[in-house]
């Protein structure tokens, strides 16, 4: 790709982990690939399998409220059994270190070969989860930042409260009798989808129909109509008078430096220019206060 595109700023590389969208997910990788690479990298994979296996029972049929209870109600909000969980079965914790490898070598391997086709000056960007789910799906934000440019934290709002949702009913599923509340709590704790507590049961968690506003959008769309509409002003411009209104007429809202704006007349100095007091009108435009630049260009005046 980048020997055809030469000219691409840069790659976006979306989903380079163990997608932890539903619980099974969050149990990958134990197939023959996995095993082999287990074996190279220098891990028990056999071990990683007994512990792994051994917690995925667990929450397959051998859960109680007494399970769930300390993680709930203690003050440490579980974090005290989270290590004994993990001194308990050191092999999880290999587990996750292993998938953690796995997604760094992939993506160093992507750097590498962008490299060796010459475009060491594109950047790229891997797309992820945000935590804590960037622990099981192998997304370590400290080895995979020495070879991107950024890292693009996914900000799905809706997605986050449904894989609540997804878990805890494949759960209470396999464990009839569960409290439904100590269950959700110990979700909303363990994953930290909520600034407050969170619902009380795993039924509050779900996607809403298109005829049910949330409680969110009714207090989003009260403050809304409360507030007055902006209008859109004028953009003011040091440029020249004649190059910059073409350019208001003709490119108002194009950044693009393949759309020309207008013929600039006059000196064949090049200019820089700052436009200001463009505010946000009907979703369009700019943020009030954001300022564009503009220059000459092979005798066009151009957003950049």
Not at 62 to 79: C, H, I, S
Not at 202 to 210: G, I, K, T, V
Request: proline share 7%; net charge positive.
């Amino acid at each position: 790709m980048v020997r055809h595109y030469p000219d691409l700023d840069g790659l976006r590389f979306d989903w380079p982990e163990y997608p932890p969208y539903f619980l099974d997910s969050v149990f990958l990788d134990f197939s023959d690939h996995a095993r082999r690479a287990a074996h190279r990298m220098g891990y028990d994979f056999e071990a990683m399998q007994r512990d792994v296996g051994g917690l995925y029972d667990k929450l397959h049929g051998g859960l109680t409220d007494a399970d769930l209870r300390p993680w709930v109600e203690d003050g440490d909000q579980g974090r005290y059994h989270l290590l004994r969980l993990m001194s308990d079965n050191p092999g999880v914790g290999d587990w996750l270190r292993f998938k953690a490898e796995l997604v760094e070598e992939m993506l160093a391997g992507f750097r590498r070969v962008m490299n060796e086709e010459g475009a060491s000056a594109m950047e790229m960007l891997p797309n992820a989860f945000p935590p804590p789910w960037t622990i099981p799906s192998g997304m370590d934000f400290r080895r995979v930042a020495r070879f991107s440019s950024a890292i693009s934290c996914k900000l799905y709002t809706m997605h986050w409260p449904m894989m609540l949702r997804f878990y805890g009913d494949q759960i209470a599923a396999a464990n009839p009798g569960l409290d439904n509340r100590l269950l959700t709590k110990f979700l909303v704790r363990a994953l930290d989808i909520a600034d407050d507590t969170g619902f009380d049961r795993l039924e509050d968690y779900s996607y809403p129909d298109p005829t049910r506003r949330t409680r969110w959008a009714t207090r989003r769309w009260r403050a809304r109509s409360a507030k007055p509409k902006p209008t859109r002003a004028r953009r003011r411009s040091t440029c020249s008078p004649t190059a910059t209104d073409r350019w208001r007429t003709s490119a108002a809202v194009s950044r693009s430096p393949s759309a020309p704006a207008s013929t600039a007349t006059g000196s064949t100095a090049t200019p820089t220019c700052t436009t200001t007091s463009w505010r946000r009108s009907g979703g369009r435009g700019l943020r009030s206060g954001s300022a564009w630049r503009i220059r000459r260009l092979d005798g066009v005046c151009q957003s950049v």
